[in-house]
T-cell receptor, first 111, second 112 residues
Framework: EPEVTQTPSHQVTQMGQEVILRCVPISNHLYFYWYRQILGQKVEFLVS????????KSEIFDDQFSVERPDGSNFTLKIRSTKLEDSAMYFC?????????FGPGTRLTVL | AQSVTQPDIHITVSEGASLELRCNYSYGATPYLFWYVQSPGQGLQLLLK??????LVQGIKGFEAEFKRSQSSFNLRKPSVHWSDAAEYFC??????????FGPGTRLSVLP
């Protein structure tokens, strides 16, 4: 069964450093998403991406965040200068027309 | 704006007992509705979804949910809970092409 994959599973970084979280969506999917979940809290929408551009983004997704689909298979989330409050589980998701399929997540720890 | 509420933060049931997790939503049109389960340290697994048609939908692991438009609800049920069902359950609402909004989650504990 096809699945969304994410790497790394756990990323530890120093405050102020740049991080890139990688996702490989399901190959024929058209819509791509990033969500995050701060420990013990709800899953929050960050951004959706369709047709090689951002289709919607939340207030959380400020200028420190960017997304890219560089080669038609990967979908990346970059945080330019990480803050302590960026520590969270980051989930990638993709969908064709129905329900989104979520990846296993990347746990980001900012020290 | 779309929103989802899950009134119960934490529910504890005995193994073998029935379960109902509540979900209420606010949405302008007929929404797409989902239930996801998250085991500790794991990702989100889709349990079931409602797009249209029969308002009682069956999912994996013996779960079902009923869409009630008049009550703006999509409650999740299971007739007999197993210890392995202990997890966090998230209700979500969305629309094709737009983002999906998740509820705050309900943590289910199962007593032996």
């Amino acid at each position: 069964e096809p699945e969304v994959t994410q790497t790394p599973s756990h990323q530890v970084t120093q405050m102020g450093q740049e991080v890139i979280l990688r996702c490989v969506p399901i190959s024929n999917h058209l819509y791509f998403y990033w969500y995050r979940q701060i420990l013990g809290q709800k899953v929050e929408f960050l951004v959706s991406f369709y047709n090689n551009e951002i289709s919607e983004k939340s207030e959380i997704f400020d200028d420190q965040f960017s997304v890219e689909r560089p080669d038609g298979s990967n979908f990346t989330l970059k945080i330019r200068s990480t803050k302590l409050e960026d520590s969270a589980m980051y989930f990638c998701a993709s969908r064709l027309t129905g329900s989104p399929f979520f990846g296993p997540g990347t746990r980001l720890t900012v020290l | 704006a779309q929103s989802v509420t899950q009134p119960d933060i934490h529910i504890t049931v005995s193994e073998g007992a029935s379960l109902e997790l509540r979900c209420n939503y606010s949405y302008g049109a007929t929404p797409y509705l989902f239930w996801y389960v998250q085991s500790p340290g794991q990702g989100l697994q889709l349990l079931l979804k409602y797009f249209s048609g029969d308002t009682l939908v069956q999912g994996i692991k013996g779960f079902e949910a009923e869409f009630k438009r008049s009550q703006s609800s999509f409650n999740l049920r299971k007739p007999s809970v197993h210890w392995s069902d202990a997890a966090e359950y998230f209700c979500a609402v969305g629309d094709p092409g737009q983002n999906f909004v998740f509820g705050p989650g309900t943590r289910l504990s199962v007593l032996p």
